[in-house]
């Protein structure tokens, strides 16, 4: 990140924490150059892009002054009393790169003209493939243009996935429990054969796992290596190494759900992906989480003997090319990048937080935490002897919404443990105290 970038970040993070409000002056620019240890046009240069993105702006003779916001935090946030929301899966609404965005939406026009309005290409725009080259590439996923297939988010990849033949014959999804929701009820909705596997905050049922690939009707894992959803945990090395071994082997698919590619705190993280040398790996990258859901696209990355067939099953160009074009401008002007960590940074701070204040209100030891300072998700195991309604109930009362465990495991499904899927994407960091407390109170009346 160059140094002007790096400022804009900075002032960026202050801007929402606080320290400079709205309507606020900023630093002389001679300040500022003191405070950054830089050249005048470096600070030039990044008070320039940040009034260029209606963040800030300048008064002739008298300076730079915060952008009095229409939504402030107080006026959308709210205090305690409007809820505490521990369930949400969406990102922070008051996260969302709007004006950046915005501006990427105008180049995008600007760009590429008529041609946003016209049908697109299947396969998704070319350019924005082009710049996710080494968007993936950062992640150790290498591939052509002809293997990336732009789909309308992760979803409509799992659903062609689940509908299309593979080279293996397999016909049985083989999933996690617990897993992804929406997946396992769409797999239920359409009566595809599914099988699971059970995965906990210590790992999964490798001998079951093994078993399953070896049967024959599989033809293919859905996994999520990095910070999975509910249980918040990932894979180790080793066992990413040894997932992509096990494919190999018994000629089966693994689809790897990597949503959480762009958010994960460790950046020395190699899909399963990196390490199948027999084609045996589909990957999947999503947008949703990092810039807003709204944008509904996603990226699958296909063995080339594959592309054809699941093409087939896409058949149109059914994802937005003014939300593609302004992607690729959001990606190639490095706002992506400063937003992943803008991002990565925020997110962490809130795990890290509702950790501390679990291990401050569970002296009793009633839940159990999955290790998960990574991620946006964590387990929260509970007591056998809980009852899940009325603790959901009275945690209502309260204003404080949490998601139950069960949604994420198959109907059929026995071997179900007792958890809140714990997310702080939506959770600002000044109300995980109240909100922790309130729920060790009703968990501890029992």
Partial sequence: MKKHQAITADIESKIRDGHYKSGQKLPSVRQA????????????QAYTELEQRHVIYTIPQSGYYVVDRFCSDQTNRGGFNDGIDFS?????LH??????????INKAIDTHKYNLFTYGHPQGLCSL?????????????FARTEQIIVTSGIHQA????????????GSTVLVEQPSYDLFLRYLEREEIPVRGVARTAQGIDWQALEEAFSSGEIKFFYTMSRCQNPLGTSYSTEERRKLAKLASTYDVYIVEDDYMADLGVNRQFDPIYSYNQSS?????????KMIFPGLRLGVAVLPEHLVETFQSYKSYGDTSLLSQAALEVYIRNGMYQRHKQLLSKEYSSRMQALHATVKHYNEKGL??????????Y??????LTINMDQLIKRLASKHITVAPGNPFYLSSWLKREKFLRMSVSRTPLEHIDQGIKGIMEEIQRG
Wanted: proline share 6%.
């Fill in 95 to 104: 996260l969302f790169p709007y004006r950046d965005f915005q501006h990427c």
């Fill in 367 to 376: 839940v159990q935490l999955a290790d998960t300072h990574s991620s946006m």
């Fill in 129 to 141: 493939k082009q710049a996710l080259i080494s968007l993936l590439a950062d992640d150790q996923v």
């Fill in 33 to 44: 150059m003191q405070i950054y240890h830089c050249s005048q046009s470096t600070i030039t």
């Fill in 378 to 383: 964590t387990q929260f195991k509970l007591p």
């Fill in 158 to 169: 799992l659903e062609i996935a689940a509908r299309m033949p593979f080279p293996n014959q």
């Fill in 280 to 288: 045996h790996v589909i990957y999947l990258k999503s947008f949703s």
């Fill in 88 to 92: 949400s899966a969406s990102p922070d």
